[in-house]
């Protein structure tokens, strides 16, 4: 793209323009892992014995017995009779293979600094460090809470869990001192792993004092293990149940610890996310259905090999770092990157130059990420050599047509093909996208449902619609990456995902992600967005209730209504609005309090675009809260019908306080 003029890109702005299809380039096509379209029917006819292929990807201590045990459905059993370990097959069987001294992780610091670790060194600190959480008194099964930032750290300690067989459990570095507290009291999760801070633009940021506080709120005794990031840059000190991160690997350092192989029903993480009540959920994942899944979708749509280097620039604090940063590409071998900080630090080509440096060959990211880059220019990019990359990734909310074009020619070159990849914490992996040698692309259609993946379309009644309708996004066969169950509360997990299209004599049995979705005549499916009350603010899952009750948690306010606004970057951004007390005054003073109260109920993620204070909130003349209608506001778009209102009048005002709002 570097020499083109500006003239020459405006004429391909206007011809993409036009264009919505695209062809993957025949050079991917060539040396692609998967290039049989036969593969959609061979799953057909085999399943659900086509899982095996996801299964083979992985070395197993022990023959699985049955792919498939459906007796207890919705609680599928995925490679029964299977045992394996996960740190096993993502470190010591490519040691052995003759990988010792391939990179395993290339990690970069905010500020410059980088780590790179081997598959032979980073498997030396994960056992070093699987001895010293033994040390420490961690026990198979026993819950480890990892409250870590983007540093080498959090997947040497995901490791090191999984080779002892204990559960971990992430907490996204962003989330609050409650957050933390809420997450650790739900798994009753008796060790945390955290470090006293990280770089954020520039600045040291003190993560221990909000991992402290967060203690603070947790109900049983916690043993913890910091990570010294910051060295001399934040002093911190240890307490009596702290022990710092170093000495422990220092002290165990070449101490072998063998991995314990687990079943492969057994435990792998825990992974809590938002929901439609205040409580997040546990999402339980397991250790031979999840991994293989992960495998086999990293394999096939990412299409890495051992030899790439490969980048997915999003948080292993949530979903999509646990399956593409971490598991699933150090279970191929690969070289996976890491970066600690922000996309504009010190400049807006931070990535690109990551890029070039590494020479990367696959890049996945979110759509807000690429609609920064968007709104940002094109001279960023163009000041680097990308051709290094052959595949471009998108995940975690929809992405309009504008910014997938923007994407494939200004980081694509147009000689990469675009996977952009629906999946959610709770199916493990992804779910509904192309093939990238495969699939002609749709600008803004993640595409057809993977290989032996029944991804639907349907009516309220669960009946398919017809192509070129919308409905609702089910998934009507189980899946070897899918969550078993939400984290003690069996109920949840039936009432969540399972009751809404399951037939009531449960011979059937239909997962309901909660997405609306449009399918085209050809099968291709575009995401349309939850159908809950979930929020998808840059790509992260928020729930609207929980933003609800940090909100009424604050003095003065009496009411509380969030919804999620259209946003240019973020996709949807947080809107409150919010009634006062008698005699409270919505004014700056609250506002920033109510601000205050997000951000330590959750974090700054959850940080509301507006707070609008109302006398009252539209509600229907049973009482309930009409927030479609604040959600048009907050848009602004055009207010539908407002006849079934008991209080039609006040959502001119509302209306216009956004108006004032925004001025
Ligand atoms: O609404 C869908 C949206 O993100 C939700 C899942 O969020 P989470 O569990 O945090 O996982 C995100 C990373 C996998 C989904 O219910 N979503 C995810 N991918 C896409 C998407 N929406 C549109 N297009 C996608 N490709």
Request: charged share 25%.
């Amino acid at each position: 793209m570097t020499e083109q003029s500006g003239d020459a890109d405006g004429e391909l702005e206007a011809r993409l323009a036009e264009q919505d299809s695209f062809d993957p380039p025949e050079s991917f096509v060539e040396q692609a892992n998967v290039t049989d379209e036969g593969i959609y029917e061979a799953f057909e006819e085999e399943w659900p014995e086509c899982w095996e292929r996801a299964a083979a990807l992985l070395s197993w201590d022990e023959e699985y017995e049955t792919v498939l045990e459906d007796e207890d459905a919705p609680f599928y059993r995925w490679f029964t009779g299977g045992k394996l370990n996960a740190s096993a097959n993502c470190l010591d069987r490519h040691v052995e293979n003759g990988a010792r001294n391939r990179a395993a992780i290339k990690w970069e610091g905010e500020l410059g600094e980088t780590r790179t670790y081997t598959y032979g060194d980073l498997l030396n600190e994960v056992e070093a460090f699987a001895a010293s959480l033994r040390a420490l008194g961690v026990e198979e099964d026993d819950i480890v809470t990892l409250y870590l930032p983007m540093i080498p750290e959090l997947p040497i300690a995901m490791l090191a869990c999984a080779r002892i067989g204990a559960p971990h459990s992430v907490v996204f570095a962003g989330f609050s001192a409650d957050a933390l507290a809420t997450r650790m009291n739900a798994a009753e999760s008796e060790y945390l792993v955290t470090c006293d801070g990280y770089y954020r633009r520039g600045d040291a940021l003190n993560h221990k004092q909000k991992a402290d506080k967060g203690l603070r709120g947790v109900d049983h005794d916690v043993t913890t293990v910091v990570v010294d990031r910051l060295g001399d840059e934040l002093r911190h000190f240890l307490g009596a149940s702290a022990h710092d991160y170093a000495d422990l690997v220092a002290e165990h350092e070449g101490e072998s610890v063998a991995p314990v192989a687990r079943d492969a029903e057994d435990m792998l993480f825990l992974m809590y996310t938002s929901g439609t009540t205040g409580q997040p959920k546990g999402v339980k994942h397991t250790t031979g259905g999840y991994l293989s899944y992960a495998a086999w979708t990293t394999h096939a749509v990412l299409d890495v090999e051992p030899e790439d280097t490969y980048w997915c620039a999003a948080d292993i604090g949530w979903i999509t770092g646990h399956s593409y940063i971490v598991y699933g590409p150090l279970a191929l071998g690969t070289t996976t990157m890491m970066y600690e900080g922000t996309p504009d630090y010190p400049d807006r080509d931070r990535l690109w130059k990551l890029v070039e440096k590494n020479g990367v060959d696959i890049f996945y990211t979110a759509p807000t990420a690429v609609r920064a880059f968007m709104k940002w220019g094109t001279e960023y990019p163009e000041r680097h050599d990308l051709s290094s990359l052959r595949l471009l990734g998108t995940v975690g909310e929809p992405i309009n047509p504008r910014a997938w074009k923007w994407y494939y020619t200004h980081i694509g070159d147009e000689s990469c093909p675009i996977v952009d990849t629906w999946w959610q914490t709770e199916t493990g992996g992804m779910m509904v996208t192309t093939l990238p040698a495969l699939g002609t692309m749709k600008p803004g259609s993640a595409g057809p449902p993977l290989p032996g993946i029944d991804a639907r379309v349907v009516d309220v009644s669960g009946e398919e619609v017809e192509g070129g309708n919308a409905g609702y996004l089910t998934v009507n066969r189980p899946w070897p990456g899918m969550l078993r169950t939400l984290y003690q509360n069996d109920e949840r997990f039936l009432e969540e995902y399972w009751r809404e299209y399951s037939d009531e004599d449960g011979d059937e049995w239909v997962y309901f992600p909660e997405d609306g979705a449009k399918i085209d005549d050809d099968g291709y499916i575009t995401i349309l967005g939850r159908v809950d009350d979930v929020l998808n603010v840059s790509g992260h899952r928020l729930g609207t209730m929980e933003i609800e009750s940090a909100i009424v948690g604050t003095a003065g306010v009496a009411e509380a209504a969030v919804v999620g606004g259209d946003h240019e970057v973020k996709g949807e951004a947080v809107y409150a609005y919010v009634i006062v007390e008698d005699g409270q005054e919505g004014d700056e003073t609250m506002r920033e309090r109510i601000v205050e109260s997000v951000e330590d109920a959750i974090g700054p993620i959850a940080r509301p675009e507006e707070v609008v204070f109302t006398p009252e909130l539209p509600k229907t003349r049973s009482g309930k809260i009409m927030r479609r209608l604040l959600e048009d506001i907050a848009s602004g778009e055009e207010l539908g019908d407002t006849s079934t209102l008991r209080n039609p009048e006040v959502v001119e005002d509302i209306a216009a306080s956004v108006e004032q709002t925004d001025e």
